[in-house]
Each structure stands twice: as structure tokens, then as C-alpha cells.
């Protein structure tokens, strides 16, 4: 296996860390301070086509792979995590489902804002009471003529009060349990549908986390996203997908906490000499790389597994998702121990970094789902 980027992935990496470094790093502690959108940064990352890495040219995308992808949401999470997942959502949980599942009319109608920055985009999974079991939700659509009426709450909803384009899932036949579930393109706007309580987030605190609310919502049927009864093939297919790129989210925070610990030990002193000199320090380092690389490794390969279109990728995603998630815990964890009581403080960067580890190993399928997914795959 060749272990070397494209001369394509050289240059994208290149051009998001020199991006990030000058335009995300400045503004991410404001962000996390005020929570506001990021929306000027996104239509710059518009522009170098970054909301749309995977879609193809002729709906307005990059025409990238999935392992491209991966690398920018990486070094996009290295300075801001908050700007990492908003990106990843509008890339793998927005626009994947529509490009993979979605009719020609729709790719066209909803595939070229979504990549230009016009319009983000928004997944509804979850509810209040259908976190890791999906199919226990309880929003159903019913068929009236030509709308679908759709009635629930999603709940924990990245980017979804400023999103314009939702992937909604709900069910419309209940009887059939999981095999009763669809899914449907959703825009903002649509009767019915509003915007319910804003999420004060321990970490990512810019990302518009909210709840969506669904009244007698009508969705025109073509909006309709696949087959009725085809949603949790959907949904299950997308989170495959978003696990490479919050494994990828997880190796950016990863290394942008080495980075920080790196550059303190060898500024603070103690005892008359720079603390990088002394062994327990190096020890930390040291395992904090070997954690990031073995991450970064298995999250490229997860993304060249789909690149290659293997059929089934689940283990491989959920692995990458697993193991990368739970050592950005430890990494960052190690990484404020480094700084000390300084650590502690909004002075540096590790508190923002360590805050926004966490949720990692809760979202896109808590660590405990991972292993689920990892143990069913094996046991086939």
C-alpha cells in the first residue's frame, strides 16, 4: 500500500492549513467566547471550494475523495474545532446523502448552494428521547396528496439555526419498525417549521446547535430523499461516511494540542532549564505523536476504503471513529498537564482544545456504539 499523499492531497493540505493558520487560528477564541456563527470564514472556505470537497464539478463541488476530505477537516480541526465540524456536516451529512441518494433534480437543486456557501446545510437524527437508537425517533411523516406532513423534535442539531437545507429522517410507516423510516430534504422556511431551544455547549460552542421542531410541516413529495422505507439505510450509509471525518476532527484537535504542548515545554522553565529537557515531559510527547499518528492513519485509511468502494466500510469507520476520539481525550488531557495551572486558564489555547475533545466520543455514535458496530462486523 502506498502510504503517500497525491500531489493533489499535498496541495489542498497545503492550502487549508495555510488558511487555517491565517484565518481560522485568529478568530477561534472569539468564537468560542461569543458562539456566533462563523459565516465570513465559510464563504471564504466557499470560495476555495471546501463546502463541497466530495461533490462532483458539474453540481458546483471539488470533485475530491473522501481521504482529501479528511485531510481538510484535519487541518481545519487543528485550530478551530468549531469551523472543523460545521464543514464536516455540510460535507458528509448534508451533501453526501443528497449527491449518494438523491434524484438528478434534486442534486441540481440543492447541491450548488450548498457547496457555494449560499446555504448550509444540517442533519436531523437525533431526538429527545433517540440519541444512539435511532430507531427508537418519534417523528413520522404521513403522505396527504402531494406533501408529506411531518410532525417531531430533533434535538442537538450542529449547524441547524443557521442552516437552509436539512436531511431529515422520520418515519412513515411505524409498523415495520427501523424499515419504516425515510428520509427528506427539508429547507428552512417550510410552514411549520421552526427553531426551538439553542444548546449552550461545553465545546464547538459556535456551531448553531439547536433543537428543529416540526408542526404539521409540509414537504412537497419530490423532496422525498430515496424510497419510502429506504431512510435508515441512508442514515446508516451517511454516519459511516461522518466517522471518517469526525476521526479526521479528532486527529486535528490531537495535533493541535501536541503543537501547543510542544511549544510551552520548551518555553517554560523549571528548575533552571526548559521543561522539554526532562524525561516525564518527553515520555508525554512522545506518546501523544505515537497516539496521533496511529489515529491519523487508520482515519486515512477508513476514507480510502470508501474511495476504493468497498461495499462495506462499517468497521473500518468505526474504528478510525473509535480509537482517534478516545485519544484526543488523553491528548489533550496530557497536553494541559504539560501547561500546568496555565493550562487551566482561557489564556491558552489547551482549555479550548480540551473542552472541545470531549464531545467526540459522544457524537456521530457514542465510543460505546463504535465498539457495538466494530464487535457485530467481526462476529458476521
Not at 497525491?6 to 493540505?13: E, F, G, Y
Not at 471564504?44 to 458546483?60: D, Q, R, W
Not at 428521547?129 to 411523516?141: F, K
Request: with cysteine; charged share 25%.
Amino acid at each position: 500500500m502506498n502510504f503517500d499523499l497525491t500531489n493533489d492531497q499535498k496541495m489542498l493540505q497545503d492550502q487549508v492549513r495555510k488558511f487555517a493558520q491565517t484565518e481560522l487560528a485568529p478568530v477561534a477564541p472569539e468564537l468560542d467566547k461569543s458562539g456566533e456563527f462563523p459565516w465570513e470564514n465559510l464563504k471564504k472556505m466557499a470560495k476555495l471550494g471546501l463546502l463541497g470537497i466530495i461533490v462532483p464539478e458539474e453540481y458546483g463541488g471539488s470533485g475530491f475523495d473522501f481521504v482529501s476530505l479528511a485531510i481538510a477537516i484535519e487541518e481545519i480541526s487543528r485550530v478551530c474545532a468549531t469551523t472543523g465540524v460545521i464543514v464536516a456536516v455540510n460535507n458528509s451529512l448534508t451533501t453526501y446523502p443528497i449527491l449518494q441518494f438523491g434524484t438528478e433534480e434534486q442534486k441540481k437543486k440543492y447541491l450548488p448552494p450548498l457547496c457555494s456557501g449560499e446555504k448550509i446545510g444540517a442533519i436531523g437524527i437525533t431526538e429527545p428521547n433517540a440519541g444512539s437508537d435511532v430507531a427508537a425517533m418519534e417523528s413520522t411523516a404521513r403522505l396527504e396528496g402531494d406533501y408529506y406532513i411531518l410532525n417531531g423534535t430533533k434535538r442537538f442539531i450542529t449547524n441547524g439555526g443557521e442552516a437552509g437545507i436539512f436531511v431529515v429522517f422520520a418515519y412513515t410507516n411505524k409498523e415495520l419498525k427501523h424499515k419504516g423510516i425515510s428520509a427528506f430534504i427539508v429547507e428552512k422556511g417550510t410552514p411549520g417549521f421552526t427553531l426551538g431551544k439553542h444548546e449552550d455547549l461545553m465545546g464547538i460552542r459556535a456551531t448553531a446547535n439547536c433543537e428543529l421542531i416540526f408542526e404539521d410541516c409540509k414537504i412537497p413529495k419530490e423532496n422525498l430523499l430515496g424510497e419510502e422505507g429506504q431512510g435508515f439505510k441512508i442514515c446508516m450509509n451517511t454516519l459511516d461516511v461522518s466517522r471518517i471525518d469526525i476521526g479526521a476532527q479528532a486527529v486535528g484537535i490531537a495535533q493541535g494540542a501536541l503543537d501547543e504542548a510542544v511549544k510551552y515545554s520548551k518555553e517554560r522553565k523549571a528548575f533552571g532549564q526548559p521543561i522539554c529537557n526532562f524525561e516525564m515531559i518527553q515520555s508525554m510527547l512522545a506518546e501523544m505523536a505515537t497516539q496521533i499518528h496511529a489515529a491519523r492513519l487508520m482515519v486515512y485509511y477508513a476514507g480510502y476504503c470508501k474511495d476504493k468502494g468497498m461495499k462495506r466500510f462499517s468497521k473500518e469507520a468505526a474504528m478510525a471513529k473509535y480509537y482517534a476520539s478516545s485519544i484526543t481525550v488523553d491528548v489533550t488531557r496530557k497536553a494541559l498537564q504539560i501547561h500546568g495551572g496555565y493550562g487551566y486558564t482561557k489564556d491558552y489555547a489547551i482549555e479550548r482544545l480540551y473542552r472541545d475533545a470531549k464531545i467526540l466520543e459522544l457524537y456521530e455514535g457514542t465510543s460505546e456504539i463504535q465498539k457495538i458496530v466494530i464487535a457485530r462486523e467481526l462476529i458476521k
